[in-house]
Each structure stands twice: as C-alpha cells, then as structure tokens.
C-alpha cells in the first residue's frame, strides 16, 4: 500500500479531530458537543452534499452507465446483508444477526461526507447520481434484515413492528434531507445556487471536523462497554466492511471505469449504517440490542474506514 497515502489520510484534519474526541473521552474531559449543535450539523452536512450533488447532477445526462450503477448500488445493500446475516447467526441470536446486518448493508452517511472530501482532496469529482445511489442504498437493506428475521425467528417475532420499519427505511429524516436537497439542487437555478455557495460549499470542511469531532466523542463513549460481548463482534466490524470496500472497488469495474465513482461504491459497499438503522430498529425491532450494532457500526467500523479503509479503497480503484 502506498504508505504517503495513508499518512496523508491519517494528518486528516477532520479525522484528527475524531481522534481528540475519542481521547477526551478516555482523559475524562468534559468536552462536548451541545445535542442540539450535534443535530445542526448533522443536518447540514447531508443538506450540504445532497444539493452539491443535486448540482453536479444537472450537468449530467441520463445514460445506461447510471443506471447499472444505480442498480449496482442497490445490488450491494441486497447481497451484504444476505450473506452477513448467516455468518452473524452463528455466534448471535436472530434478532441481533439481522439488525447487525441490515446495518451493514446499509450506509452511513457520514463516511460518504468524508469521502467526498478525501475525492477533492485528490482532485476528483463527486457526480451527482452517486449521491442518489447512496440515498437509495438506505432501505433495502432494512427490509432485507426484517425479511431474514421473520424468517429465521421461528415464532418469535411478535415484536416486530413491519409497518413501522418499512416507513423508518424509507421515510427517515436522513434518507428525505439528502433525497430532498439532491432534488432541489437539480431544479435550482445555477445563479440563484451560487448566492448560497459559500454555505455549501466553503463551510463544509470545518463543520466536518466537528462533527467527527462529536462522533469520537460517542464512539469513546460506546467502546467502554463494548467488549463485554466477547472479540467476535469487534473482529466482524473490523474485517467484514474492509473485506466488503475491496471486493465491491474491484467489481465496480463492472459497470463504470470512473476512478471517483469506483471509490465511492467501494466506501458505500464498506460503511454500516448508525444512523438509519438504529432508528428503525429500535422501533421495530425491539429484542435486537443497540449496545452491539451501535457501536459496531459507529465506535469500529467508522473509525477503521476513515483511517486505513479510504487509502485502501482508493488503491485498489487506481490499480484495477
């Protein structure tokens, strides 16, 4: 691996800033971010990325390559969760394999805010239609993971709650905002666009660094109990979302040679939902429990995907 490109990676600005979270925890600082800023930003940062990505889409014509990607895309959250969901089963109850998994074929959107900064630092481009497939990415997944549990619970799912997790995996806040503002973006006239610019566009960076800096914070947070559930756990959120990014960067050769867009799959193919999932879950699936796939997904998949997943990821497409 080219070891400038992970150094480059790893003096991240923004990830040195997740660092600072995650050690404040462990120094037993009272550093915080408001709950109510944490929210803003959130909110801003797929706003921020979906009308940019709204924007690019406008320049772009429909072709038969975006619509193989866009079936690509949905392609991966079907399959992740699928295979995931037996190799979970082994080791964990039903209910906790197919929340697991449902999170795993999902995305998050935090790391694909952060990989679109790590394409601009390389002078690439974000298109526009690879925010769409990421905003489409969401829900399969989640019925997946709701199909497999009703299917392997043998009668004890009475829990479950379908009608509340079908509207969470295709109604959640995350999956309108960033759907909404692509849309927007689209049909925004591009003078009336360049007046809010500066807020899209030159802003972005810094409230990226803090909110990773809010997210090592709760990922600290998560980690102090994690182990509790034994090393498989944390071995899965290790090596299954770096085996699922590579992979999926050689296999997104398939149906585009756009090193960008190749890259992108491949972190959409390797991020876990914390986001999306989690609020569904906790609603629809109640016997699953948030204190493995939350942190999973946020305090060990995340961490190891901004860190060593990206450089990784961006090699492989460059080479393949």
């Not at 940062?45 to 690509?72: C, P, R, V, Y």
């Not at 969470?168 to 610019?197: P, R, W, Y």
Request: net charge positive; proline share 4%.
């Amino acid at each position: 691996m080219n070891f400038n490109l992970l150094i480059e990676n790893l003096t991240n600005p923004a990830l040195l800033f997740f660092v600072l979270g995650i050690i404040a925890v462990y120094l037993k600082s009272d550093l915080e971010i408001p709950p109510n800023s944490s929210k803003f930003i959130s909110l801003y940062l797929l706003f921020a990325i979906g009308f940019k990505g709204g924007q690019e889409l406008s320049h772009e014509a429909f072709t038969s390559e975006i619509a193989w990607s866009m079936l690509f895309g949905i392609s991966i959250s079907l399959v992740i969760p699928f295979y995931t969901f037996f190799i979970l089963k082994k080791k964990l109850n039903v209910f906790d394999a197919g929340a697991i998994a449902a999170a795993y074929g999902s995305v998050s959107a935090v790391t694909f805010v952060t990989a679109a900064s790590y394409l601009e630092a390389h002078q690439l481009i974000l298109h526009g239609h690879m925010v769409a497939i990421m905003a489409l990415m969401e829900s399969p997944a989640i019925v997946i993971g709701f199909v497999l549990i009703s299917k392997f619970s043998k009668g004890q799912a009475g829990n479950l709650n379908k009608n509340s997790l079908l509207k969470h995996s295709f109604t959640n806040g995350s999956v309108l905002l960033i759907l909404g503002s692509l849309v927007i973006g689209f049909l925004a006239d591009a003078k009336q666009a360049e007046g809010i610019k500066p807020f899209t566009n030159d802003l972005f960076k810094g409230f990226l660094a803090i909110f990773l800096l809010d997210m090592g914070i709760t990922s600290g947070k998560k980690l102090k109990s994690f182990f509790s559930f034994g090393w498989f756990p944390f071995f899965f959120a290790m090596l299954i979302p770096l085996l699922n990014g590579c992979v999926f960067a050689v296999l997104s050769a398939l149906v585009t040679d756009d090193i960008a867009n190749r890259f992108i799959f491949a972190v959409l193919a390797a991020s876990a939902s914390y986001i999306a999932v989690p609020a569904a879950m906790k609603i629809s699936v109640p016997k699953a429990n948030p204190g493995l796939y939350l942190p999973m997904a946020l305090a060990v998949t995340f961490p190891i995907n901004i860190t060593i997943g990206l450089p990784i990821y961006f090699l492989i497409v460059q080479n393949c």
